[in-house]
């Protein structure tokens, strides 16, 4: 099955400054990179997503960059503001059967806490 | 629209003790999910359902048993609960009917389980 590893698990910048987080999968048959949200005690909203078929997604102050080739993309956040504070987790997601079944869908990262100082 | 609602928010239960966790969507989505998210371990998937009456394990399905009653809900029932299951459980759900469908997800607002 798909193996999504994110980094760092923890990122500390200065309000105004810009913040990435970069994640890797291993199947090759991803084909969708979501991005979550997650305030303490809340849902994981979704931010961004990017498909396969796109190498770039820009949102406002958010962009999400993807590289087939090397298996890995990244979350960027520019001009960070305190309300940015947050654990972000990013997903990749595969069409892919498998005969026996198992975890398919969408696979997470652990997260990143985010952690913008005034 | 309440988008994904999830019942109870929390619950203790002791050991052995059963318990089923209720999900519905207003979404008029096909595919519905729940997952676990502990400390350190991001979301993993416990079961899934791409429509009403079929279900598919996922990464860790076992203590668990999943019923799609209906298009609006997917509950999830503990049979016998052990500490390892303490956990909050976030219920999702998507458009999409395929198994594999790279819809967005909604998350519910998850229910905090503690087992002593």
């Known amino acids: 099955g798909e193996n999504v590893e994110q980094h760092p698990s923890t990122l500390s910048v200065q309000e105004g400054d810009s913040a990435v987080i970069k994640c890797t999968y291993s199947?090759?048959?991803?084909?969708?990179f979501p991005w979550y949200k997650q305030e303490l005690g809340k849902r994981p909203q979704l931010i961004i997503d990017i498909r396969s078929n796109v190498g770039e997604k820009k949102d406002q102050r958010i962009a999400v960059t993807l590289n087939k080739t090397a298996k890995h993309f990244s979350l960027h956040i520019t001009e960070t503001q305190p309300e940015d504070s947050a654990v972000y987790f990013c997903a990749a997601s595969t069409s892919r059967v498998y005969s026996g079944g198992g975890a398919d869908g969408l696979t997470f990262g652990k997260g990143t806490h985010l952690i913008i100082q005034p | 629209n309440a988008g994904v609602t999830q019942t109870p928010k929390f619950q203790v239960l002791k050991t052995g003790q059963s318990m089923t966790l209720q999900c519905a969507q207003d979404?008029?989505?096909?595919?519905m999910y729940w997952y676990r998210q502990d400390p350190g371990m991001g979301l993993r998937l416990i079961y899934y359902s791409a429509s009403e009456g079929t279900t598919d394990k996922g990464e860790v399905p076992n203590g668990y048993n999943v019923s799609r009653l209906n298009k609006r809900e997917f509950s999830l029932r503990l049979e016998s609960a052990a500490p390892s299951q303490t956990s909050v459980y976030f219920c999702?759900?998507?458009?999409?009917?395929?198994?594999?469908?790279?819809?967005?997800?909604?998350f519910g607002p998850g229910t905090r389980l503690t087992v002593l």
């Open positions: 999702a759900s998507s458009p999409g009917k395929r198994r594999l469908s790279t819809d967005t997800q909604y």
């Open positions: 199947d090759s048959a991803s084909n969708y």
């Open positions: 979404m008029n989505h096909n595919s």
